[in-house]
């Protein structure tokens, strides 16, 4: 997946608001998960409150 791509899926994941708040940590996590697809989708189910 493109960068761009992992990001979108977990924006759906966590929302627009939480991902727009956080851009920075919110790159990082795609960084993190080698911008594989099933790992920020688990990732994103594990998130935590704001």
């Given at each position: ?12 994941r966590?929302g ?35």
């Amino acid at each position: 997946m493109t960068a761009e791509e992992s990001l979108a899926l977990l924006t759906r994941r966590l929302g627009a608001a939480r991902v727009g708040a956080e851009p920075e940590v919110a790159s990082a996590i795609v960084e993190l998960c080698a911008r594989l697809p099933l790992a920020p989708a688990i990732g994103g189910g594990h998130e935590l409150p704001p």
